[in-house]
């Protein structure tokens, strides 16, 4: 069965830092890419930040760009998000997506398993 938790949620102050975790676990196929989501109450999903599993091509929405780097442990099957400067904004629930393809990495029909999410709070 497979399952894609994610831990390292929390509540920081603006300027903050946070490192988002995403453990994999049962999949019997290569995913393709593997991505970052956050929805904030009454706002849609939008596609924080997404990595292809193959050779490590990094994508990222404008308003993380610098600030935001995902990565992979392939040895763990753990997925990353490192978040530095962390803005009121940023504040959302946090999901870890894996897909098996699509031209575009922040659609989420691209992705066919979703983990829970974790809760990410930044006051100012």
């Known amino acids: 069965q497979v399952q894609l938790v994610e831990s390292g949620g929390g509540s920081v102050q603006a300027g903050g830092s946070l490192r988002l975790s995403c453990a994999a676990s049962?999949?019997?196929?290569?995913?393709?890419?593997m991505a970052w989501f956050r929805q904030a109450p009454g706002k849609q999903r939008e596609a924080v930040a997404a990595i292809r599993t193959g050779d490590g091509s990094t994508y990222y929405a404008d308003s993380v760009k610098g600030r935001f780097t995902i990565s992979q442990d392939n040895a763990k099957n753990t997925l990353y998000l490192q978040m530095n400067t962390l803005k009121p904004e940023d504040t959302a629930r946090y999901y870890c997506a894996a897909g098996l393809g699509g031209r575009d990495w922040s659609v989420p029909s691209n992705y066919n398993a979703w983990g829970q999410g974790t809760q990410v709070t930044v006051s100012s």
């Open positions: 049962g999949f019997t196929y290569r995913v393709y890419r």
